[in-house]
């Protein structure tokens, strides 16, 4: 009776880690389109003004500190679905 049970167990966490991996995939396809919404012209406008961050022009701050994040993502993400590969 234990033996039957634990496969039953087993069947979600199968299907769980799946999903899993599966959402994290679909994330990684869309950080680049996340990436260029950032980057459009639109939002890059909003900083184009004088002002500063640390002596630096806030657009510049906005650009490098977006690509930062982009950067860190997706090595978060990849690092994620590495660790869930199952080969």
Do not use: E
């Not at 406008?45 to 906005?62: E, K, M, N, Q, W």
């Not at 500190?65 to 860190?72: A, D, K, N, V, Y």
């Amino acid at each position: 009776m234990n033996a039957q049970r634990n496969t039953d167990d087993s069947a979600p966490d199968l299907a769980t880690r799946a999903l899993k991996r599966r959402r994290r995939q679909d994330s990684a396809t869309l950080l680049p389109v996340l990436g260029a919404f950032l980057l459009l012209s639109p939002f890059i406008r909003i900083f184009s003004s004088a002002d500063t961050i640390l002596g630096l022009p806030a657009a510049f701050v906005y650009i490098f500190g977006s690509w930062l994040g982009l950067i860190i993502l997706a090595r978060q993400l990849a690092r994620a679905i590495l660790r869930d590969d199952p080969s």
